[in-house]
């Protein structure tokens, strides 16, 4: 009996273990992003160069578009932009790597929007003469509409879209002095078991720039039927990395088959180097874990019935 108390404890264990997993989502917004309700500014939402050298001067525009039937007013200005150690953005703090924000110039402070029309930001930046330092600059024009209320929100990878309030980033790689080039993989993980399958299935991977300029990280991730083979996802993602920050990255499969095994595949190239990760994925619904859960506590009551009927008999027959 001692024996069999311990398989039984062994097995609610490993079922209160299996339930405990948890299935991790995200989203993102990529392309059109509100100043306010029907000012929208169109585009990737950053601007990137790299080997930028000193005395070089960059321009570009940024186009705003107005759905209102009367005239907006949008209020743009340069900031430092930077990326904290826990992901969060940072308009705020000036450092050695945010100096571009006092490169950046526009033609005004404040751009009138007609009624259903749209117009160009003009920007430039004119880099120092006497700039010696190599690495990451960035910083972000600020896009507010006159008038609107500012409630922040993070959307994407890389832009802050609030409901009045907008910044687009500038990210500039320059060659000088003290670059600095590195990058690793901290950790991969997908769930090994699923319960909810129309939420999809998550690779979530977390990386480290140890650097001071930021790339590029391709990831390529593949999602097979274990039992036939048969490709069921498959996705490609390019993600910047800010220089001395910690990122997490996620690549999504959204509405994967309520029930299935599946082998997660995921290669991911950072700074020329390719790494290969790979788990196998029970996808399975909440109920049926119940029901089976269910079936095996019936089972072992009736073992353990089964067997005291048998020490019973054992009893009589002795006595």
Known sequence: MKRLGLVVGGILVLLAGVIALAVPTTSAVEGEYQISDKVLVTGPGRTSYNDVKAGDVLTGKIEVTNSFNEVKEVKVWAVPFSVAENGVYDFFTEGTLTEVSKWLSLEKEVYTVPAQGSIDVNWTITVPRNWTLGGSQTAALKFHTVGSDNTEKEVSGYVTQTTSNFAWLFLLNMDGEGVVRGGKILSWDVPMIIFDGENGITAKTTYKNDGNVNFQIKSHITMYDAFNGVLAYENDKTTMIMPETQTEITQHWDGSPAIGVFRVSEEIDVLGNTE??????????????????????????????KIREYHKRQKRLNS
């Open 276 to 305: 290969k990760f790979e788990k196998l994925v029970l996808v399975v619904p909440l109920w049926f874990v119940i029901i089976v859960i269910g079936i095996l506590l019936l089972l072992i009551w009736a073992l353990v019935l």
